[in-house]
């Protein structure tokens, strides 16, 4: 099979394509044929090595799969030969290839009403934005940071969901766009400084970390929480909550049901080849995507 790979950390160049054998599924395991993947801002940050979860290279990169089951493991229920499936992947062996295994637990179906490009684009943003937001509840007011990217517009529209008040940060050329997905008030980082212009926060969803952990601090209320799922500043304070996102089949049937109703939509800004996925990283890293760039197999 074909699959992306690097022998070294650095900048976009280091991925190549090669040419790798099939992988075995293990008992519990699934193989599928992905028929897309995406880019996540951990992709480039393991591709560069400023995070090195993965190791020390070679490895294949890839978080976010959708494709069809060929074959399953021994202990494996649920799931069949031609499933339509999505799941978010943390392997070395990760899905910017033409086969991926994951884990039955993390699997769940694509249901009719989304396409698997869709799904693609979904597991990691989703359950980041869902699993974080677990304990919103209705009424609270929320602040989420970098509310158009790819985990920030799910969030509000998440957090909607759950019946919360919604605030974002986000560049004024994306508030139409955010209003759409549900947000209630919108500031422009670039000319408002948000710790003047929000107050009484219960929750703040900081995708960005870095400064903005104290900074948020001075929003919340005393009782609040902040959740950083970035790094930031803010550790050590009561409030704090370091967030780490997991693989979940049933947060992602939960998920997928909203996205085939309509009450859940994911963004694409753009669908490229795996061919491209340098120049996918690039993009990506401007931080000026809207929503997820996604990646199909080279022959599509």
């Given amino acids: 099979m074909l699959a992306i790979i690097q022998n070294t950390y650095g900048g976009p160049d280091v991925l190549h394509t090669a040419e790798l054998p099939i992988p075995v599924p293990e008992a519990g395991e699934v193989l599928l044929r992905v028929a897309a993947t995406a880019v996540n801002p951990a992709d480039w940050k393991v591709r560069s090595g400023g995070v090195r979860r993965l190791g020390e290279p070679p490895f294949t990169l890839g978080l976010d799969v959708a494709g069809t089951v060929v074959e399953t493991g021994s202990a494996v ?4 030969p031609g499933d339509e499936v999505f799941a978010l992947v943390l392997s070395r062996r990760g899905a910017y290839a ?9 699997l769940a179906a694509v249901p009719a009403g989304l396409d698997l490009r869709q799904a693609a684009a979904l597991p990691v943003a ?11 509840r209705a009424g609270q007011r929320v602040l989420i940071h970098a509310a158009a990217g790819g985990v920030g517009h799910l969030a509000v529209q998440i957090a909607k969901l759950r019946g919360a008040y919604v605030i974002g940060t986000a560049r004024s050329g994306n508030h139409e766009f955010l209003r759409e997905l549900g947000a209630d008030e919108l500031i422009d980082y670039s000319t408002t400084d948000f710790t003047t212009a929000v107050r009484d926060v219960d929750v703040v969803l ?31 304070d ?6 780490h996102v997991g693989p979940s089949g049933p947060d992602l ?11 859940l939509r994911v963004r694409i800004e753009r669908v490229m080849s795996l061919a491209e996925v340098a120049e996918a990283h690039a993009l990506s890293e401007t931080g000026r995507v809207r929503g997820k760039i996604v990646l199909v197999p080279w022959t599509d």
């Fill in 77 to 80: 229920t649920g799931f069949a």
């Fill in 98 to 106: 033409e086969y991926v295994t994951v884990p039955a637990a993390s």
């Fill in 126 to 136: 989703a359950l980041t934005a869902w699993q974080s937001l677990a304990e919103l």
């Fill in 206 to 236: 900081d995708l960005i970390g870095g400064d903005y952990g104290t900074r948020s601090l001075r929003v919340l209320r005393p009782d609040g929480r902040y959740v950083d799922a970035q790094g930031s500043d803010a550790e050590g």
């Fill in 238 to 243: 009561p409030r704090y909550r370091r967030f």
């Fill in 253 to 263: 049937a939960e998920i997928a049901a909203l996205a085939a109703a309509g009450r």
